[in-house]
């Protein structure tokens, strides 16, 4: 970086200091103490950075590039310029009087680079690489490439391109003199240059006259919503060369119409006019020098002031400035308020006060756990605590500061989720799920597993659903967005049961029932309930597991497990052996029984002589039985089942003595057996 000029600034240091107080009366005082250094040295008034092959010639003049090739200067104005607010700017340029190999020109730009910043000789003007940057370019020699004049021209151009051609080429090019005359004759050319925020049109005059003006939204098109830019201007040689400078107001940046100041403080009013040029400022009352530009203005009260002067070009102008006198107000917009929420975890901080510009905010905390950004104008607040905004006018002169507090909401309702079963099985096929929620303004939304569909009641909050996996409910706080959430695990339980109905041996006449065998129920960490039928043939199924077959047929076993309500079948078929046959011709009854209870003779019971171990009443399928006493008298009977008789009448023994029987029966396996027997027996104890 070249040399750094000055002129009469002011330099301030501003110190915070946070210190907090023990409480007394379960009190708390916070105490903040700001501090104000100034100094009121006399330094120059305005600042210009120069880099490269610029250099200075005195009284705000400046030389951008000498008559030698490959020369790349830059001058930049030490503040940025707010372009937010109108501003114009009055200089002159010359450039150098080789005409015919003259080069290359200048260009006035703004930029946010920085005041270092320096670009490319030659035909780039030394514009190129600031990017975003916006440039008037004031241009000496035709590059056809770039869509350049023949003759000295002005365009308007962006993004370090000199290029005329759309995107970075936004109007031009023109001549730079209205009747196409040469600039490169060693003369200083007045140059105005006027911007308008309110219309967004840039505006340029050259040599006195109107030459060009264009809708260029510098804020956002340009700087994407930057406000302060630094602006200067670059020049450069490359095989062809000139002289080329410019030369400033020795204050350029006037006073903005519209201005404030404390009470018993003073603030300079500036215009720009031409050189020489007589000033005359009304009303003259708390003005240092009335027929000066810059003047220093000590109001005890609000005062408009009329400035009238000659400008560029010979033009007359009268100006206005306002200046209130008031004691500065500082004051914040926050954004979307002052208390932080899960749906606004940050709070934006805006500063304004009542003076129109030239403010300085600070912010500041007392908490050591407060967190916030400090940039300038806005801050950024992501943490509870007590903070600060501090506004500074001119310098520290005139101050003012507010004390607020960050609060944070961040309670979130509670849900549970509330059903008589978490399972679906064969039994349960569909799940009721309450929620229980608290907070009455509660929002609730559901994650479903498998995107499932769900029916879905208010009054009460229930939910119907046959799939099973997690079910989760996020409960929103529509106060601060803040959510809490709760799941449960439906779980499925389709465990059908494997039923064995097992197998049975063949039934024979010598075995006319069976024992059915292998029964079995799968898996055994279930309990099932059994249940047997059949449509033809008889079951003694007293335990399921090991039931008696008494006829032939088919018999169905069904199983539902108690836990699932799973249900499962199978079946068994018992055999009659077709070729089974037993000779009953030798049915017999004992001549003797003796029901005493010792094991033996106990009953009167129908049997086979030749094959007495067969169980004969197995087989009868009619049987048709009577008892007599001695005396001729009947005591007992049965008909239709086949019985053995223990001596009992009523569950009344008979006495001792002998008994006459008389018996038809019908005994059916193979072929059909009639038979009748009469006889009589013996009966003791």
Excluded at 22 to 46: G, K, M, R, W, Y
Excluded at 290 to 306: G, K
Excluded at 358 to 372: F, H, K, L, N, V
Aim: net charge negative; hydrophobic share 35%; with cysteine.
């Amino acid at each position: 970086m070249g040399p750094t000029i000055q002129a009469n600034t002011k330099a301030s240091l501003i110190f915070f200091e946070a210190s907090r107080l023990e409480s007394f009366h379960n009190s708390c005082l916070v105490l903040f103490t700001l501090f104000l250094i100034s100094s009121f040295d006399s330094l120059p008034a305005q600042t210009y950075f120069l880099n490269g092959t610029a250099s200075s010639n005195g009284e705000d003049c400046y030389q951008l590039t000498t008559t030698q090739g490959k020369q790349n200067g830059t001058v930049w104005y030490g503040e940025q310029v707010d372009l937010s607010q109108p501003f114009e700017l009055n200089f002159s340029m010359n450039f150098g009087t080789f005409d015919t190999s003259g080069a290359d020109g200048m260009v006035f730009v703004l930029q946010n680079v920085g005041t270092s910043a320096i670009g490319e000789t030659g035909g780039a003007l030394g514009f190129s690489g600031f990017d975003p940057s916006f440039g008037i370019e004031f241009d000496t020699w035709q590059n056809g490439q770039f869509g350049d004049l023949i003759t000295d021209h002005i365009g308007f151009v962006s993004d370090g391109s000199v290029d005329h051609a759309p995107p970075t080429g936004l109007a031009g090019p023109v001549n730079a003199n209205a009747n196409g005359l040469n600039i490169e004759d060693g003369e200083d050319h007045p140059v105005r240059i006027t911007w308008d925020p309110n219309t967004a049109i840039v505006a340029v005059y050259f040599d006195c006259e109107f030459r060009l003006a264009e809708n260029v939204d510098l804020i956002n098109d340009i700087f994407s919503g930057q406000t302060s830019v630094y602006w200067g201007f670059t020049g450069s040689t490359g095989g062809s060369y000139n002289n080329q400078s410019v030369c400033l107001a020795p204050n350029i940046i006037a006073t903005d119409p519209l201005v404030a100041i404390c009470p018993g403080t003073s603030i300079e009013l500036n215009v720009s006019g031409a050189p020489n040029a007589d000033y005359t400022w009304e009303p003259t009352d708390f003005l240092e020098d009335p027929n000066a530009a810059t003047t220093l203005c000590t109001p005890d009260t609000s005062t408009t002031y009329v400035v009238s002067y000659e400008g560029f070009c010979e033009t007359q102008i009268s100006d206005t400035i306002v200046v209130l006198v008031e004691e500065l107000e500082v004051s914040f917009v926050a954004n979307p308020g002052m208390v932080l929420t899960c749906d606004n975890p940050v709070i934006g901080l805006i500063a304004s006060s009542n003076f129109p510009s030239g403010m300085d905010y600070a912010w500041a905390s007392s908490d050591p756990g407060a967190t916030y950004e400090d940039i300038g104008t806005e801050t950024s607040i992501d943490a509870v605590g007590n903070y600060w905004l501090i506004a500074s006018y001119d310098d520290g002169t005139c101050l003012d500061s507010l004390n607020f507090a960050i609060e944070i909401d961040t309670t979130t309702y509670q849900s549970s989720i509330i059903t008589s079963s978490p399972v679906i099985n064969c039994a349960i096929d569909t799940i009721a799920l309450q929620l229980d929620s608290e907070g009455a303004d509660a929002t609730f939304e559901w994650s479903t597993p498998n995107n499932a569909n769900f029916a879905w009641t208010n009054e009460p909050i229930d939910l119907l659903t046959t799939t099973p996996g997690i079910w989760t409910v996020s409960t929103n706080n529509p106060g601060n967005g803040c959510v809490s959430t709760t799941q449960i695990l439906i779980e499925e339980d389709f465990n059908y049961p494997q039923v064995e109905a097992g197998f049975a041996d063949t039934l024979t006449c010598s075995n006319p029932t069976t024992i059915l065998y292998g029964i079995e129920v799968l898996p055994l960490d279930y309990t099932p309930t059994l249940d047997w039928s059949w449509n033809e043939g008889g079951l003694n199924a007293f335990d399921p597991f090991s039931p008696t077959a008494l006829a032939p047929g088919t018999y169905f076993l069904s199983a539902m497990f108690e836990e699932n309500g799973c249900f499962g079948q199978d079946s068994v078929v018992v055999f009659q052996d077709p070729e089974a046959y037993i000779d009953a011709s030798s049915a017999r009854f004992p001549n003797v029984i003796s029901p005493n209870q010792d094991g033996y003779n106990e009953r009167l019971t129908l049997y086979l002589e030749d094959f007495p171990q067969f169980p004969l009443l197995s087989i009868v399928q009619d049987f048709k039985l009577s008892i007599y006493n001695r005396w001729g008298n009947m005591v007992y009977s049965s008909q239709g089942n086949p019985v053995e008789w223990d001596g009992r009448i009523n569950e009344e023994e008979v006495s001792e003595g002998f008994y006459y029987y008389k018996l038809e029966y019908l005994i059916v396996c193979g072929d059909e057996q009639r038979g009748k027997l009469t006889g009589g027996f013996e009966l003791f104890r």
